[in-house]
């Protein structure tokens, strides 16, 4: 038991590969012997070294540790003789401080590489949250486009479903087909269209037989000029009561009211 106290502070020396001599002989001997204290207690300096080399980058060494190999060295340094008065035998014990620098720069070692590995991870990481998070946005963009593309489909080929051909300004206007469900709403259809000015876009007019003409949604073709969109009429205006679509040039948020001579007329037969 006494002996095991005095070898309680080489257990982690022991475990790093850095004990020598009769210290280390008498370690081994309590260890084959199953010492109930030597055993856990090198066991438990085992999984502190193991922990070092798994530590988190801004960690520090157990302070009891680095404190216990600290004294240690400079114990081997004070007990260390000069060279002239070293005699034979015991110049192998004294002039061996190399174990604990060995030690010591061992630990040091294991945060340098630990460090360096840590950093590595955390790049790696990085880039890997980066691309999956684009992935990710990637996905809900075409998850999002492909539900529009259902409810497109869906009010194109709804029984109810009325086809408008609005006709345009000029030759050069493309025609826009509307496929208007009163329940669904209106898809518009077009290619070709024309460009818009910055902060300007089209609405789409529900004109009744009487009354004012109501919104149906404001649209914007890509820059392609390509035109695929699902609208919603403001209010309760059915087939039956409007006379015409009619789509003109807006501020991009939409205007209550048309503030422009209809591009796009097409009647409601
Ligand atoms: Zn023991």
């Not at 205007?255 to 591009?263: D, F, H, I, L, V």
């Given at each position: 038991m006494k002996d095991c106290l005095r070898l309680k502070e080489h257990y982690e020396a022991f475990v790093l590969g850095a004990l020598e001599g009769e210290e280390r002989a008498e370690l081994d001997a309590h260890l084959a012997r199953g010492c109930p204290v030597c055993t856990p207690g090198v066991a438990e300096a085992r999984w502190v070294v193991a922990q070092l080399s798994h530590a988190a980058p801004d960690a520090e060494p157990p302070a009891a540790l680095r404190a216990r190999l600290m004294q240690r060295v400079a114990e081997t340094k004070q007990l260390s003789v000069p060279q002239g008065e070293m005699s034979e035998e015991h110049g192998a014990r004294f002039t061996i401080p190399f174990w604990a620098w060995a030690a010591a720069a061992a630990v040091v070692l294991f945060f340098a590489v630990t460090l360096w590995q840590a950093r590595q991870f955390e790049e790696q990481l990085a880039t890997v949250r980066s691309d999956y998070k684009r992935a990710q946005n990637e996905k809900d963009r075409l998850e999002a486009q492909r539900r529009e593309m259902e409810s497109i489909l869906a009010v194109v080929a709804a029984p109810g479903t009325r086809e408008v051909r609005l006709k345009g300004e000029g030759q050069s206007a493309p025609a826009v087909k509307a496929y208007w469900n009163e329940e669904q709403g209106v898809v518009l259809s077009a290619q070709k269209m024309p460009s818009l000015p910055t902060g300007r876009a089209f609405q789409l007019w529900v004109v009744p037989r009487k009354g004012n003409p109501l919104s149906a949604g404001v649209f914007q073709p890509d820059a392609a000029g390509n035109l695929l969109q699902l609208t919603r009429v403001e209010g309760s205006v059915g087939l039956k009561d409007a006379a015409a679509l009619a789509i003109t040039e807006e501020p991009a948020g939409g205007?209550?009211?048309?503030?422009?001579?209809?591009?796009w007329v097409g009647p409601i037969i």
């Open positions: 205007s209550p009211q048309p503030t422009s001579k209809p591009a």
